[in-house]
């Protein structure tokens, strides 16, 4: 079975603080994605990457940023965080290439739901 | 621009009593269309593709159709474990992107 694992479940910061979410798949995935999920929006993608050290930005990418420094880690970063950043942040892993239909059949982590206080 | 709209927002049924939610969407270019479960607490869980028009899946309890204007998530008989958020996504061949609906919550009780 597929793992996707994230580093905490829960997580409270302070307004301005850097924050580290890390993802870590066990399946040998290719492509690797960071979603937020608020109630009443549904899933938006943050940024993806489709392999190692290369990420493209998805729908919302403004005060975020990442790093896939190894293949089956993918890390969100919130340079500094802000209220409006409160939510729930899923990652997701895929071996389908980028473009066909069944890419976006994704395997999901548990998320973080993360604070900003 | 590109739309899925999942209804109602709640539904609460009891064992056994069947109904249907609904995927409407508006895109440019459909290319696949995608049902996820979730449960609370947990990350999202792939269920089916539908590809065009007229095609249908089936898993368990759980039947998905596919038209040209919407998705249904057929579900009979329920039990109290298919209560969970169920997610539909339509991926547009205009922009390669997939698009979230904001889900149905579906409570199921004994």
């Known amino acids: ?117 | 621009e590109d739309q899925v709209t999942q209804s109602p927002e709640a539904l609460r049924l009891q064992e056994g009593e069947s109904s249907s939610l609904n995927c409407s969407y508006t895109v440019s270019g459909l290319r696949g269309l995608f049902w996820y479960r979730q449960d609370p607490g947990k990350g999202p869980e792939f269920l089916f593709t539908l590809y065009s028009a007229g095609e249908e899946k089936e898993k368990e309890r759980l039947k998905a159709t596919l038209t040209k204007k919407e998705s249904f998530l057929h579900i009979t008989a329920p039990k109290p474990e298919d209560s969970a958020t169920y997610l539909c996504a339509v991926f547009s061949g205009g922009y390669n992107k997939l698009i979230f609906g904001a889900g149905t919550r579906l409570a199921v009780h004994p």
């Open chain 1, 1 to 117: 079975d597929v793992k996707v694992t994230q580093s905490s479940r829960y997580l409270v910061k302070r307004t301005g603080e850097k924050v580290f979410l890390e993802c870590v798949q066990d399946m040998d995935h290719e492509n690797m994605f960071w979603y937020r999920q608020d109630p009443g929006l549904g899933l938006r993608l943050i940024y993806f990457s489709y392999d190692v050290k290369m990420k493209e930005k998805g729908d919302i990418p403004e005060g975020y940023s990442v790093s896939r420094e190894k293949k089956e880690r993918f890390s969100l970063i919130l340079e500094s965080a802000s209220t409006n950043q409160t939510s729930m942040y899923l990652c997701a892993s895929t071996k389908i290439p980028f473009g066909t239909v069944s890419y976006n059949e994704q395997f999901f982590g548990p998320g973080t739901r993360l604070t900003v206080l």
